[in-house]
T-cell receptor, first 117, second 109 residues
């Protein structure tokens, strides 16, 4: 079946511009994660949704970052007033929680490469 | 100290070699552990989960040492196609994964 898709794949923004990144998770996957990956680093957790509920947003770096998943499927990560340090790959992942909880295989999308000039 | 630490490498090995990576974690309450593989400019993909008893999948063996708080990945008979970055992942709560920065492996002919 279809995997996780993200759009756009590449985004160039001028400093101060707002951007919106979209994630389409695997159909039926309850959990959805957003990560930020800088060059040469591992993915850093940003936020987590279970269905439409945002259960954890502790990784969002500032109040310029906002994520939503209003119908429990597609999610959007919005960055307001972008800064050069926001340049990174933004990865979305979805998973289906195991019955016992704790530890889920995550399926990643291809990411959105954001460059802020 | 970072929550999950990995030697970034690169590990440069010839085809057929055996190579091992370690990953240490700081939170003793961590519940689940994984190795992911990430090819250049691609997304991470699950390689294998890591169980307390150790587990093997073909040429790959993963082990967990809770007492010393590290996990390991052993790759036997390395192939050129094994060249990638290997990411260690530790779940400190039931759903929040923490990634290491990754270890780069280069397998050469």
């Amino acid at each position: 079946g279809a995997g996780v898709s993200q759009s756009p794949r590449y985004k160039v923004a001028k400093r101060g511009q707002d951007v919106a990144l979209r994630c389409d998770p695997i159909s039926g996957h309850v959990s959805l994660f957003w990560y930020q990956q800088a060059l040469g680093q591992g993915p850093e957790f940003l936020t987590y949704f279970q269905n439409e509920a945002q259960l954890d947003k502790s990784g969002l770096p500032s109040d310029r970052f906002f994520a939503e998943r209003p119908e429990g499927s597609v999610s959007t990560l919005k960055i307001q007033r972008t800064q050069q340090e926001d340049s990174a790959v933004y990865l979305c992942a979805s998973s289906h929680p195991r019955e016992r909880g704790g530890g889920e295989t995550q399926y990643f999308g291809p990411g959105t490469r954001l460059l802020v000039l | 100290r970072k929550e999950v630490e990995q030697d970034p490498g690169p590990f440069n090995v010839p085809e057929g070699a055996t190579v091992a990576f370690n990953c240490t974690y700081s939170n003793s309450a961590s519940q689940s552990f994984f190795w992911y593989r990430q090819d250049c400019r691609k997304e991470p993909k699950l390689l294998m989960s890591v169980y307390s008893s150790g587990n093997e999948d073909g040429r790959f063996t993963a082990q967990l040492n809770r007492a010393s708080q590290y996990i390991s990945l052993l790759i036997r008979d390395s192939k050129l196609s094994d060249s990638a970055t290997y990411l260690c992942v530790v779940n400190k709560r039931s759903y929040i994964p923490t990634f290491g920065r990754g270890t780069s492996l280069i397998v050469h002919p």
